[in-house]
Nanobody, 127 residues
Framework: QVQLVESGGGLVQAGGSLRLSCAAS????????MGWFRQAPGKEREFVAA????????QYADSVKGRFTISRDNAKNMVYLQMNGLKPEDTAVYYC????????????????????WGQGTQVTVSS
């Protein structure tokens, strides 16, 4: 049974930092791209960041580039999202997700390309 469990969300003031964690189990996640997405109230779920299954390869949404960093520890089946310089517009539920295709050659930002999702963790940034 594949499971993704996020943690680390919370309430933070603008300019602050948070580190989200995602614990993965039930699959050889080292061979799958892992991504972070977010969904604000009344908006569609959107791509935030992805990290490829091999040692290199990251992608970021333009809105978070330079502020957020995605990393992974394949030995521990963990994925992280370090968020610095948080803004009120970053307020959303953040989801960890696993690509549906193993060893995909090109990172994908499309939600339909991810088949397993966590339950989400709330991030609220106050102004």
């Amino acid at each position: 049974q594949v499971q993704l469990v996020e943690s680390g969300g919370g309430l933070v003031q603008a300019g602050g930092s948070l580190r989200l964690s995602c614990a993965a189990s039930g699959r050889t996640f080292s061979t799958y791209t892992m991504g972070w997405f977010r969904q604000a109230p009344g908006k569609e779920r959107e791509f935030v960041a992805a990290r490829g299954w091999n040692t290199g390869g990251t992608q970021y949404a333009d809105s978070v580039k330079g502020r957020f960093t995605i990393s992974r520890d394949n030995a521990k089946n963990m994925v992280y999202l370090q968020m610095n310089g948080l803004k009120p517009e970053d307020t959303a539920v953040y989801y960890c997700a696993s690509d549906r295709v193993a060893r995909r050659l090109v990172l994908t930002r499309r939600t339909q390309d991810y088949d397993y999702w966590g339950q989400g963790t709330q991030v609220t940034v106050s102004s």
